[in-house]
Structure formats: structure tokens, C-alpha cells
């Protein structure tokens, strides 16, 4: 089994800056990506931001620019730094991990972003 812990949700206002964390642990043997990803009130949950065993990143449009998605291996830890915050941006970040096929799900930080 793996274990996803996100952490570094909270309320900010526009403009500001926040950064989530999401540590995995239990069997992990190959790590193939891991992202973010969101889902607002009555809105389909969509990808934030992905980065691949090679370092390759894949970012929604919206965040581009804004949002950095870096992992650090060793800790088998991704972050998400989250700048010039909108109130779109306002929504329950779910940290995301592919591990030999098999897609993990964290249980959701939520951002929000007051105007």
C-alpha cells in the first residue's frame, strides 16, 4: 500500500503565495510521475501540474508562470509552489502518484483565495 500526506493548504489573499507538500510512503518501488491535481465547487477536477520521472512538467494553462511543481526524490516528496494566487485558483488540491501503473490519490488540501 502507499500513503499519500499533503500538507500547506490554507486561506490567502489574492496575490499571495502558498506551498503544498505530499509525502508518499509505504511500497514504493518506481515512481513514474506525480502532480496535482484540483477540483472547485461544481467543477470537474482537473491536472494543475504533473512532473515525470525525467523531470519533464506539464502544467494546466491557467498556472503557467505561476505555479512550480518540484520533487525531491530522496524524500519521495512533490511540491507545488503556488504564486500570485487568484481566487480561481480557490479549490481542494489533490496530490496525485503513479507507481507501476497504479494511480494514487492524497485526500485533499484545500486552498482558498480571497479576493
Known amino acids: 500500500q502507499v500513503q499519500l500526506v499533503e500538507s500547506g493548504g490554507g486561506l490567502v489573499q489574492a496575490g499571495g503565495s502558498l506551498r503544498l507538500s505530499c509525502a508518499a510512503s509505504g511500497s514504493i518501488f518506481s515512481i513514474s510521475h506525480m502532480g496535482w491535481y484540483r477540483q472547485a465547487p461544481g467543477k470537474q477536477r482537473e491536472l494543475v501540474a504533473v512532473i515525470f520521472s525525467g523531470d519533464r512538467t506539464n502544467y494546466l494553462d491557467s498556472v503557467k508562470g505561476r505555479f512550480t511543481v518540484s520533487r525531491d526524490n530522496a524524500k519521495n516528496t512533490v511540491y507545488l509552489q503556488m504564486n500570485s494566487l487568484k481566487p480561481e485558483d480557490t479549490a481542494v488540491y489533490y496530490c496525485?502518484?503513479?507507481?507501476?501503473?497504479?494511480?494514487?490519490w492524497g485526500k485533499g488540501t484545500l486552498v482558498t483565495v480571497s479576493s
Open positions: 496525485n502518484v503513479g507507481i507501476l501503473g497504479v494511480l494514487y
